[in-house]
């Protein structure tokens, strides 16, 4: 998903293998996921995409003036918290020694690979090209 105060910024849904950066989507404070190769769109993760990080994820300190947190780790699930509040922000990644931070926390410029999507997008991504075959679409509909 793509947190509430990026709903004005073209976006797409994440895939596999897509290659990740950290960044701010001018002129919002929030930051987001978007792909190297075209900084300008969000990428959308859905709850329980898994990413792997180029090195260890560090984050803003829960204090000013304090240095960048080291994570500890380089592999996460993206998730969604504080649902409850809707001005909040909701986007999160979730690490294997069980902390949670909130994707607009992350260092800019940090750069992470999707590793997969949940079943349920992978199903629905294997659906959509079983339409579109029995529609006839051409194949390079089906490659985009």
Request: aromatic share 6%; glycine share 6%.
């Amino acid at each position: 998903m793509c947190d509430y105060s990026l709903e004005h910024v073209a976006s797409r849904p994440a895939a596999a293998g897509q290659q990740l950066v950290v960044t701010r989507f001018p002129p919002f404070m929030t930051r987001g996921f978007a792909e190297i190769r075209n900084p300008g769109a969000a990428i959308c993760l859905l709850p329980g995409t898994e990413v792997a990080f180029e090195a260890e994820v560090k984050a803003e300190p829960n204090f000013p003036l304090m240095p960048k947190r080291r994570i500890g780790e380089r592999l996460a699930r993206f998730r969604q918290v504080n649902l409850e509040k809707p001005t909040a922000h909701h986007d999160a990644l979730e690490f294997a020694n069980g902390e949670i931070v909130l994707v607009n926390r992350l260092i800019l410029g940090q750069i992470a690979t999707v590793l997969q999507l949940p079943k349920e997008a992978v199903r629905a991504k294997a659906a959509e090209t079983s339409t579109l075959r029995a529609q006839g679409a051409p194949h390079s509909v089906l490659r985009a």
